[in-house]
């Protein structure tokens, strides 16, 4: 078998098996790293029942149970859609992790919040979209780009929507709202309302 003389970074141990992917094992202290030098672009599988699906430090499949789970390190970016509908609760996301797909996160309802490391660039367009119990997302990096939408259909934006409302109410002044609530327009902006009962220019709801 041929062998090659690189250490485990976690533990010092010497790694003599040649690898088949991107990564390898310790079979010392079970920490995954990558292998320099080795573009081989295989996948290689993390976890205990392979719950981790990664090829060339992207995260591609998610096949796990748990509901409690930490991305591995070596993970850069999270893929499209990779967590979506999951049962997933608490998510702890590596500081090697760059970016984040399109809908990763996008319907898992149980989720309630999430922190994102400071490393991450740039978070995809509706990454949390639907996560219906998530009130909190704490941004680590102060130069994080975000698609759109990233968490449309969340607590977090109702509670948003909520607070703005409020907000802009306590600008109106009483007899505008009176006014504007007489002549059937929207006493937020003042726009009419479309067949549906929605707003032509803010887009809310008519309240009856």
Not at 15 to 39: H, L, Q, R, W, Y
């Amino acid at each position: 078998m041929e062998s090659l003389d690189i250490r485990c970074p976690n533990c010092g141990a010497s790694i003599t098996e040649m690898p088949t992917s991107d990564f390898v094992k310790c079979t010392f202290c079970d920490a995954f790293f990558k292998i320099p030098g080795n573009k081989t672009g295989s996948a290689v599988t993390v976890g205990g029942k392979d719950d981790f699906v990664i090829k060339s430090s992207v995260l591609t499949e998610f096949n796990g149970a748990n509901t409690v789970i930490t991305v591995p390190q070596i993970v850069e970016k999270i893929a499209d859609g990779v967590f979506r509908g999951s049962g997933i609760t608490n998510v702890l996301l590596p500081g090697s992790l760059k970016e984040i797909g399109a809908y990763a996160f996008a319907d898992c309802q149980n989720l309630r919040s999430v922190v994102i490391p400071a490393s991450v660039r740039y978070v995809g367009n509706r990454a949390f979209w639907r996560c219906t119990n998530l009130s909190q997302i704490e941004f680590l990096g102060a130069n994080t780009e975000l698609g759109e939408g990233v968490v449309l259909g969340t607590e977090l934006y109702r509670n948003f929507l909520q607070s703005y409302d409020n907000e802009i109410k306590a600008q109106i002044e009483e007899d505008t709202l009176k006014t504007r609530k007489a002549y059937g327009l929207c006493p937020y902006c003042g726009n009419n309302y479309n067949i549906w009962g929605k707003c032509k220019g803010c887009g809310r709801k008519k309240n009856n």
